[in-house]
């Protein structure tokens, strides 16, 4: 089975959902528990949460009050302890303390509400209050904050530029809403009337422009979250809000500039998560989900929702997913000059009105083209055409080389439209068959017919086979084709009867007295570019990583738009991936005005080598061809394809190698793959015991401890002598300068095959790193005071990881032989505070081994252990071997046809661990080449007289590739590549 990486839904709903629910023998919160907000405090995460209550009476008023709860939870999954935590107790929340939001900062958690002053309810009696607590038992102050309607206030963790940060929601009852920013010279301008009515005045300044249309809302959802890619806000889009037979809620988020939040780098341009579950559908207000909370862990946002203002719900998404889906420029499919195609001809009488929507099928070395042809009276043909570099025609037919023939797809009386009309071609063995829909001009059905490869490609059209319906005589059915191979012994027949596309398991294509049946498949999704109804395009097309599936899709604007599926290899009723954004849309004027306007409607499509042909009809009047790699169709669907081998250096990344359980050796002998294995085993702890008994001089029944104080001595005493010969300070710049410049003058160094300086300038340019420019105070990446190769590797740091498979996907596409050249390995020296990942890391990203450089940074207070100068030393010369390493790697690449490819592939993360993996037998030869180096930086320094540090590094070599586990179950590895 083959492995894929395949891009998830952006939000996984948790299966334990809903994590709260009401408590009917509990008064305060027995009809709705809603909109929660997490916390961390203790090691614990309190959920802050919006209780409804029974009805109770205030002032007079009967009502469902809402007080805010409190719950805690060791996993944020499953809650205890639920208690009342705000509830009214002044005039201006007299009538409820609604929908919290929580931020803990500089040791007190600040609880922001919606307090209602008046009921029922008016905008002027709704605005926002706060709470301050500093343990989260009780509450030490409150206060109200906007004198204006507001609501959805909450602060961002973290002083930014010394100052306090907010954001809330100006006018939500008062249409159009705002979401707006305000910043804080301290606290108490957080609840201050004078400093609201002035910021007030002109709110408008503070506005960040998320509604995309007039008649959609935007609320503030969850508190800001820190990520390494900027502030992320995560909010209520609701579309069509003021309409409610349209209305949808959805959840969306968009990213602001760490320094500053008033700029926005990158947002969503679709829902992150609409109403689909039973508890989002049902409940006190059916059919809402309203973001509320989240927190961030590793690289996974827990989400917190309220589900139809009844329940608090719990979703998952990942990150650095979210964070490539808000920046990636889309894939889309490209036209070639010369669209369209074909197009009608006015002297031909059955092709006089229109030439739309084509089969294909590559068979001989060309493209056969079969596409619908219509004339004046309506009636549809079938037309062919060739065409041998799959765009331009380099053979049409005079005549159409199908027409009706059946009862059932001529016309049933006279007037109507009818015949043979949006043809699917696929190849079974030695056999063609064709689905179209069989018109009368009262009902359309599937119908089929097949003809012979000999015939077909001599063009003997009256070989046709007579059509059969295959649908049912009384429902419309359109849109139909077969898989090309069987599934569980039976064949897959798509087809789509109402707005979804259906499919059923036949076990042959005799369908005589068996119509096909109706098993709901692939579903529009309320609220996208797919909403309304959804069909096949051409036949499913088979690659490494399973069945890629062209579909069309029609807006709730009647815009016939193109996306693509990827099915299961194995299971191709399993869907892996589907198009979030369309890759095709009405733009050219042939696609968008016509019989049909704003229509792209594919129904053929061919593979060539690596490139789709994708044919389609163009506003039911015109054909036309679109291609895309199959590369960037899994790009497009956020799966990672399968690899291809570039050798053993060139490794697959996380394949381990497969080997034969018996070999032959170099002389002709044969032997067991396991026993050599064990064998190579048993040697490593012969020398392991030599090692400790021998040159350390232990006894042999020296304890687990002794082994690894004496080891420990080896490490202290390196530590020790590399402080006298290679200088400086470590925690400052200048000292961690001076100590690499030390390393490299002793330590052998050569150049490495690179990417040249004005090739980093092209990639930054096209993949400019958000974060880095703020980090030295700048606005472009022109500004920073770096060669453009440093920008580069520093970039890597700054970034995160999906700017590393924008650089990846970079090279796949554009990387070339002369983009690299001979460079000197140069090292680079920062302050840890610029970029802390360097330390954290610990190793070179791949991103400094393409440009030859080497990062180091100073070490913070506190941080280094007791061999601080061993580690270092170590580091800078492990990344050495690599850099020349990989550049020789590179450098046999050139040649080869897809030298971007192998590049890309050589350096991808998820390496492996296995003994045997690709990855540790490369890894294997740079600890021997690190060894042989040491063994000449010990000739050097004996040389000039050190020869302290020189037996120190001897001991060193002499344990290099030792491990063992101790009497005690202690694995004590000496290895010196381990000690970083």
Same mark, same amino acid.
């Given at each position: 089975m083959m492995l894929l990486f395949a891009r998830r839904m952006l939000a996984q709903r948790s299966e334990v959902n809903p994590v709260l629910r009401p408590n009917p023998s509990v008064s305060w919160e027995a009809e709705a528990v809603f909109n929660g907000c997490p916390v961390r405090k203790d090691g614990k995460i309190c959920l802050l949460y919006r209780a409804l209550s029974s009805f109770e009476t205030v002032d007079g008023v009967t009502l469902r009050l809402s007080r805010i709860g409190l719950a805690e939870s060791e996993d944020g999954v499953e809650f205890y302890g639920r208690r009342v935590f705000i509830y009214p107790e002044h005039r201006w929340e007299w009538f409820g303390c609604e929908d919290p939001r929580v931020t803990e900062l500089d040791g007190k958690y600040y609880v922001f509400y919606t307090a209602l002053s008046q009921w029922p309810p008016t905008p002027d009696g709704i605005k926002v209050a706060v709470a301050v607590s500093r343990d989260l038992r009780r509450v030490e102050e409150k206060h109200l904050v906007t004198p204006f309607n507001a609501k959805a206030m909450a602060l961002f963790p973290e002083r930014i530029n010394g100052s306090l940060w907010a954001v809330l929601t100006v006018h939500t009852d008062k249409p159009p809403?705002?979401?707006?920013?305000?910043?804080?010279?301290?606290?108490?301008?957080?609840?201050?009337?004078?400093?609201?009515?002035?910021?007030?005045?002109?709110?408008?300044?503070?506005?960040?422009?998320?509604?995309?249309?007039?008649?959609?809302?935007?609320?503030?959802?969850?508190?800001?979250?820190?990520?390494?890619?900027?502030?992320?806000?995560?909010?209520?889009?609701?579309?069509?809000?003021?309409?409610?037979?349209?209305?949808?809620?959805?959840?969306e988020a968009v990213l602001l500039d760490l320094r500053n939040p008033a700029r926005i780098i990158a947002r969503t341009d679709s829902p992150i998560l609409t109403p689909g579950e039973y508890y989002e559908r049902i409940g006190m207000v059916p059919n809402v989900v309203f973001p509320s909370g989240a927190l961030l862990e590793d690289d996974t946002i827990y989400l917190y929702y309220g589900a139809a203002d009844t329940t608090c719900c719990l979703a998952y998404i990942n990150l650095p997913l979210l964070v490539w889906t808000m920046r990636e420029k889309p894939v889309k499919l490209v036209r070639p000059q010369g669209n369209p195609i074909i197009t009608p001809v006015r002297s031909h009488y059955w092709e006089a009105k229109a030439t739309f929507n084509p089969a294909a099928i590559y068979l001989g070395g060309k493209v056969h083209i079969i596409y619908r042809a219509q004339s004046e009276d309506n009636t549809s043909v079938l037309g062919y055409a060739t065409s041998e570099d799959g765009v331009k025609i380099t053979y049409r037919s005079p005549e159409p080389i199908y027409v009706p023939r059946a009862p059932f797809?001529?016309?049933?009386?006279?007037?109507?439209?009818? =015949?043979?009309? %949006?043809? *699917?071609? +696929?190849? &079974? @063995?030695?056999?063609?068959?064709?689905?179209?829909?069989?018109?009368?001009?009262?009902?359309?059905?599937?119908?089929?017919?097949?003809?012979?490869?000999?015939?077909?490609?001599?063009?003997?059209?009256?070989?046709?086979?007579?059509?059969?319906?295959?649908?049912?005589?009384?429902?419309?059915?359109?849109?139909?084709?077969?898989?090309?191979?069987?599934?569980?012994?039976?064949?897959?027949?798509?087809?789509?009867?109402?707005?979804?596309?259906?499919?059923?398991?036949?076990?042959?294509?005799?369908?005589?007295?068996?119509?096909?049946?109706?098993?709901?498949?692939?579903?529009?999704?309320? =609220?996208?570019? %797919?909403? *309304?109804? +959804?069909? &096949? @395009?051409?036949?499913?097309?088979?690659?490494?990583?399973?069945?890629?599936?062209?579909?069309?899709?029609?807006?709730?604007?009647?815009?016939?738009?193109?996306?693509?599926?990827?099915?299961?290899?194995?299971?191709?009723?399993?869907?892996?991936?589907?198009?979030?954004?369309?890759?095709?849309?009405?733009?050219?004027?042939?696609?968008?005005?016509?019989?049909?306007?704003?229509?792209?409607?594919?129904?053929?499509?061919?593979?060539?080598?690596?490139?789709?042909?994708?044919?389609?009809?163009?506003?039911?009047?015109?054909?036309?061809?679109?291609?895309?790699?199959?590369?960037?169709?899994?790009?497009?669907?956020?799966?990672?394809?399968?690899?291809?081998w570039v050798t053993l250096e060139g490794f697959i990344p996380g394949a381990p190698l497969t080997l034969p359980s018996v070999m032959m050796s170099l002389d002709g002998r044969s032997f067991r793959v396991e026993e050599a294995y064990r064998a190579v085993l048993d040697r490593r702890k012969r020398e392991f015991e030599k090692f400790i008994f021998e040159r350390?001089?232990?006894?042999?029944?020296?304890?687990?401890?002794?082994?690894?104080?004496?080891?420990?001595?080896?490490?202290?005493?390196?530590?020790?002598?590399?402080?006298?010969?290679?200088?400086?300070?470590?925690?400052?710049?200048?000292?961690?300068?001076?100590?690499?410049?030390?390393?490299?003058?002793?330590?052998?160094?050569?150049?490495?095959?690179?990417?040249?300086?004005?090739?980093?300038?092209?990639?930054?340019?096209?993949?400019?790193?958000?974060?880095?420019?703020?980090?030295?105070?700048?606005?472009?990446?022109?500004?920073?005071p770096c060669e453009y190769c440093d920008i580069l590797a520093l970039a890597s740091f700054s970034e995160g990881r999906e700017y590393d498979n924008r650089i990846w996907r970079w090279l796949e596409s554009n990387a070339k032989p002369d983009h690299f050249g001979q460079v000197s390995i140069k090292p680079i020296v920062v302050e840890h505070e610029l970029l802390p990942m360097v330390l954290e890391l610990r190793e070179g990203t791949a991103i400094s081994r393409l440009t030859g450089r080497v990062i180091v940074s100073t070490l913070k207070a506190g941080v280094g252990g007791e061999f601080p100068r061993l580690r270092a030393f170590i580091r800078i010369a492990k990344h050495i071997v690599e850099l020349e390493r990989f550049g020789e790697m590179w450098k046999s690449f050139v040649g080869k046809r897809k030298f971007g490819v192998s590049v890309a592939n050589s350096i991808r993360e998820h390496w492996g661990v296995e003994a045997l993996s690709a990855h540790s037998i490369f890894e294997n030869k740079n600890h021997r080449i690190f060894v042989e180096r040491l063994k000449k930086t010990v000739e050097k320094l004996k040389e000039e007289g050190h020869t302290s540090l020189a037996e120190a590094i001897e001991n060193m070599i002499a344990c290099y590739h030792l491990a063992s586990t101790l009497p005690d179950g202690t694995f004590l590895p000496c290895s010196a590549w381990t000690w970083t």
């Open positions: 809403a705002r979401i707006c920013l305000a910043s804080f010279e301290d606290e108490s301008e957080l609840w201050s009337e004078d400093y609201w009515r002035k910021w007030y005045s002109e709110f408008d300044k503070h506005s960040l422009p998320l509604q995309r249309r007039p008649q959609d809302h935007i609320e503030v959802g969850a508190p800001p979250i820190e990520t390494p890619y900027g502030w992320l806000l995560i909010y209520s889009y609701i579309r069509d809000y003021f309409s409610p037979q349209k209305r949808l809620f959805g959840i797809e001529k016309k049933a009386a006279p007037g109507l439209g009818s =015949g043979c009309e %949006d043809p *699917r071609m +696929v190849l &079974i @063995g030695d056999k063609i068959y064709m689905t179209y829909t069989a018109y009368d001009g009262l009902n359309a059905r599937v119908a089929l017919t097949s003809i012979s490869v000999d015939d077909f490609l001599a063009g003997r059209w009256d070989k046709w086979s007579y059509p059969v319906i295959i649908s049912p005589y009384d429902v419309f059915d359109k849109n139909s084709c077969i898989f090309p191979e069987k599934y569980m012994d039976s064949f897959i027949v798509v087809h789509r009867m109402g707005d979804c596309i259906d499919y059923e398991l036949r076990e042959n294509l005799d369908f005589t007295g068996k119509p096909l049946k109706h098993h709901s498949w692939i579903f529009p999704r309320k =609220g996208m570019w %797919d909403s *309304r109804k +959804v069909g &096949i @395009g051409p036949p499913p097309i088979k690659i490494r990583e399973g069945w890629l599936l062209f579909y069309h899709g029609v807006s709730e604007e009647g815009v016939y738009r193109v996306g693509v599926l990827l099915l299961d290899p194995e299971n191709p009723l399993r869907v892996i991936a589907r198009s979030e954004e369309p890759l095709m849309e009405p733009e050219e004027w042939y696609e968008r005005w016509g019989q049909v306007p704003n229509v792209v409607f594919p129904c053929g499509a061919v593979l060539i080598e690596d490139t789709i042909f994708l044919y389609y009809g163009g506003a039911d009047t015109v054909v036309g061809v679109a291609t895309i790699s199959v590369r960037d169709v899994l790009r497009h669907l956020g799966v990672e394809p399968a690899p291809e350390l001089r232990l006894p042999r029944d020296a304890s687990s401890s002794k082994i690894i104080e004496a080891v420990k001595s080896i490490m202290l005493r390196l530590e020790e002598e590399l402080g006298k010969v290679f200088q400086g300070d470590l925690y400052s710049v200048d000292g961690v300068k001076r100590f690499v410049d030390s390393v490299l003058s002793y330590f052998p160094h050569g150049e490495t095959f690179a990417l040249k300086t004005e090739v980093a300038q092209q990639i930054l340019k096209d993949n400019p790193p958000i974060n880095l420019p703020s980090k030295f105070g700048c606005n472009l990446i022109e500004e920073i």
